[in-house]
């Protein structure tokens, strides 16, 4: 089985994204109307499913994805947050119906209702009803909810410690992933995304949140950055910070996808990161969707590359199903209850 | 010849951080002594250099260092413009000093003046000054004074080009550097560093900067932060983007250097880069400053890990001296005059 654990609904109806500009409309201006969901049927879902991801998942072999909302438009610095409540629950309760509509091949993961100056505990809420209520198997956590100006704390900080207590209770992991840039240093998918990846890696070295969390789970997409490239410069950070090695002190906890758009990417993460903390995903579709002139195959197509690795088969099938299946233990439930 | 074209006087006498200590002090409270640099002799300067850097320089067999102020303390978002001004002079004044002492080992880059809302045309007197008077080869270009906030305007954004026109006029580079970082999220070498790397490179991406400075060369140091690992997205952004290929748009301008301080990161490196945009340079002593327990070797003793890549001697001194001297002219003018 092959479990692509990083994939967005970028391709839902028009409609979400109408009620997206009224919303932020009418917050920029009550006098403008109130925005209102305008009906999606169950068959406008499908086919912008059929036609896109589920396509693409047959086509390139794959069985199923671990499906949240599009990443750049949870936009948590847009409005306050009443505003990111609403979105955030409109978002989920789509992802619920695509992966009601197609439970063999989408599990859900949810959206927070994250907002600037707005303490993580109150995405406790929504966490809970996206597990509990909607089937979601984990969560998007977003580091920065600013957009780029990372004006909060860093994700050591006691400020985040009842939303882990929430993650551990349940039992889900968090891929830690920004979103859209405000900040025009930053393109979002070119540079805030890889940067975020990469400072999240470094906020747990320099702090200790695993040794008060040994059961939290989180995941850095895109191949974690930064990390793999400057795997040396980080192992010899954690030695000049007196931190137990790389292994013990975060890797026990920190897992890399393979959003990496290129073989020779590729083959570093599995050349310096241990077979046990990659999982397998293509953020289908996300920042890149052409296709390679190199190759004739699309850029996030990455099972090819994880194909073409001279690595025994029992480690591809870690990386495609085995450590998703346990990083994400509710999905392994759910596929165990059907006899997978 | 091997040249590392990315040094750091980490070492400088103690008289310097006592100067900057009491600068800072005198800032935030005026009724504070003025600062005052006590003397440094020449000896102090020659111990500081011989016990350290050519020390390293020579056990590793290395030739010269092309020499800047620590990176980490330019610290632009301290002070005002004045403060940054005279913390600059004296940085600069020193490495003047270091390059007179050891003419054979070490040539100059230069600080800037920059400082958080202070145009960055307001340099260009002390980049005249270093190349002019005191025979700098380059700068340091601090893409984000501000410490950390990135509050200023992208690099390709009309209020750098006084200096970028500057720089071209004079023929010398820049090497785009972040210095310390006042962002509890971000460690200024782990995370600060690399993720301005990587926002520099997409910045240029985004934009047509070297269509308006044909002759500009600029300098992404630590190996490109997290572009060679990404070449992928990157090519993929820029077709998704409709700006011409990489080798087109950027790499006629830009280069990478060896700041990558493991094996697989320097393959990753030489595989997915044209090996004329890669320069030699350890940082040294910068970031990383232990020994690696899997080889023995310092971290940064990346010239290890080039002498391991199986790729032809020619391109090795490509790396080591060829497009170094191509891309600092007045360092290869200079040589020249020596009869190297």
Same mark, same amino acid.
């Given at each position: 089985m092959i479990i692509d654990c990083h994939g967005h609904y970028t391709t839902a109806p028009q409609q979400l994204q109408d009620y997206r500009d009224a919303q932020i409309a009418h917050f920029e201006d009550p006098s403008k109307p109130a925005p209102e969901l305008k009906h999606i049927s169950d068959d406008e879902i499908r086919e912008s499913i059929e036609k896109n991801q589920l396509r693409a998942l047959k086509e390139r072999g794959c069985d199923m994805t671990i499906f949240s909302p599009k990443a750049s438009a949870m936009a948590h610095h847009i409005g306050d947050e009443a505003v990111s409540k609403t979105w955030t629950r409109i978002n989920n309760? %789509?992802?619920?119906?695509?992966? /009601? =509509?197609?439970?063999?091949?989408?599990? !859900?993961?949810?959206?927070? @209702?994250?907002?600037? #100056?707005?303490?993580?505990?109150?995405?406790?809420?929504?966490?809970?009803?996206?597990?509990?209520?909607?089937?979601?198997?984990?969560?998007?956590?977003?580091?920065?909810?600013?957009?780029g100006h990372w004006n909060g704390p860093p994700l050591t900080d006691k400020a985040w410690y009842p939303f882990f207590e929430k993650l551990v209770e349940l039992d889900v992991p968090a891929m830690i992933h920004v979103s859209g840039s405000c900040n025009p240093n930053f393109h979002h998918t070119g540079a805030h995304y890889i940067n975020g990846d990469t400072t999240a890696f470094m906020q747990f070295l320099e702090g200790d %949140?695993?040794?008060?969390?040994? /059961? =939290?789970?989180?995941?850095?997409?895109? !191949?974690?950055?930064?990390? @793999?490239?400057?795997? #040396?410069?980080?192992?010899?950070?954690?030695?000049?910070?007196?931190?137990?090695?790389?292994?013990?002190?975060?890797?026990?906890?920190?897992?890399?996808?393979?959003?990496?758009?290129?073989?020779?990417?590729?083959?570093?993460l599995f050349e310096v990161i241990d077979v046990e903390n990659i999982l397998f995903a293509s953020e289908m579709?996300?920042?890149?969707?052409?296709?390679?002139?190199?190759?004739?195959?699309?850029?996030?197509?990455?099972?090819?590359?994880?194909?073409?690795?001279?690595?025994?088969?029992?480690?591809?099938?870690?990386?495609?199903?085995?450590?998703?299946?346990?990083?994400?233990?509710r999905l392994d439930e759910a596929l165990k209850a059907r006899g997978l």
């Open positions: 309760d %789509l992802i619920k119906r695509v992966t /009601d =509509l197609f439970p063999d091949n989408f599990f !859900g993961v949810c959206q927070l @209702p994250q907002s600037v #100056g707005v303490p993580v505990k109150n995405s406790v809420e929504e966490l809970e009803r996206c597990v509990n209520e909607l089937g979601m198997v984990g969560c998007n956590l977003n580091p920065d909810p600013s957009g %949140l695993f040794s008060d969390f040994p /059961d =939290l789970r989180l995941i850095i997409p895109h !191949g974690g950055g930064a990390v @793999p490239y400057h795997w #040396g410069r980080y192992r010899g950070l954690a030695d000049m910070m007196k931190k137990p090695a790389l292994s013990e002190h975060i890797m026990k906890n920190v897992y890399f996808d393979t959003c990496v758009y290129h073989q020779p990417g590729i083959d570093l579709f996300g920042a890149v969707k052409g296709i390679d002139p190199t190759t004739g195959h699309y850029f996030d197509d990455t099972k090819r590359y994880v194909e073409a690795l001279d690595i025994p088969a029992a480690d591809k099938q870690k990386v495609y199903e085995g450590n998703t299946r346990r990083v994400f233990p």
